[in-house]
T-cell receptor, first 111, second 115 residues
């Protein structure tokens, strides 16, 4: 019940395309859903986060869509750029704010 | 640089040795977290401090692991009698908050290799 399931494991997108990464959770006590970006050899960096009282949040080229009834949320990267090539992690927390991370999606954006 | 810092960045040790890592959080952040990340996986929660109090420990944190945050500022994570399975990236994060879900800022991590 503590798991966060993330897909796909890897994603290849052409420059300018849309990258979509999906996550699903089971624990209805989760109330905070961040997405992190991680480059090789670096720690994760927060990209964007959402709470379940809204269905969508947009920051620049990054959008989170949240479906509370389905217990799913997704990250959309519009106009994907080679600099977006990284590993993306969804996460969830509730109650104590320790983060439960998904297994990651390795995104490669080709020019 | 006012971000989370971790030292050392890399540590190679022999099985059975003890190692200690240090984390300096962002100034004035009252919460500090330790996570462990193995290759190809997401970070896994290990333990969490609010000020100097250790509030939660994961079952992943065996009795060979101990963490402290003596004055509510920096924290240390010690692993005794290291095993090859301890090889991983150890990440520290900090946040400021009094309720739930303060934004967590991660450090660059300490990569541990146990030979």
């Amino acid at each position: 019940q503590q798991q966060v399931k993330q897909s796909p494991q890897s994603l290849i997108v052409q420059k300018g395309g849309i990258s979509i990464i999906n996550c699903a959770y089971e624990n209805t006590a989760f109330d905070y859903f961040p997405w992190y970006q991680q480059f090789p050899g670096k720690g994760p960096a927060l990209l964007i986060a959402i709470r379940p009282d809204v269905s969508e949040k947009k920051e620049g080229r990054f959008t989170i869509s949240f479906n509370k009834s389905a217990k799913q949320f997704s990250l959309h990267i519009m106009d994907s750029q080679p600099g977006d090539s990284a590993t993306y992690f969804c996460a969830a927390s509730g109650g104590t704010d320790k983060l439960i991370f998904g297994t990651g999606t390795r995104l490669q954006v080709f020019p | 640089d006012t971000g989370v810092s971790q030292n050392p960045r890399h540590k190679i040790t022999k099985r059975g040795q003890n190692v200690t890592f240090r984390c300096d959080p962002i100034s004035e952040h009252n919460r500090l977290y330790w996570y462990r990340q193995t290759l190809g996986q997401g970070p896994e929660f290990l333990t969490y401090f609010q000020n100097e109090a250790q509030l939660e420990k994961s079952r992943l944190l065996s009795d060979r692991f101990s963490a402290e945050r003596p004055k509510g500022s920096f924290s240390t994570l010690e692993i005794q009698r290291t095993e090859q399975g301890d090889s991983a990236m150890y990440l520290c994060a900090s946040s400021f908050g009094t309720g739930n879900w303060g934004e967590q800022f991660f450090g660059p991590g300490t990569r541990l290799t146990v030979l």
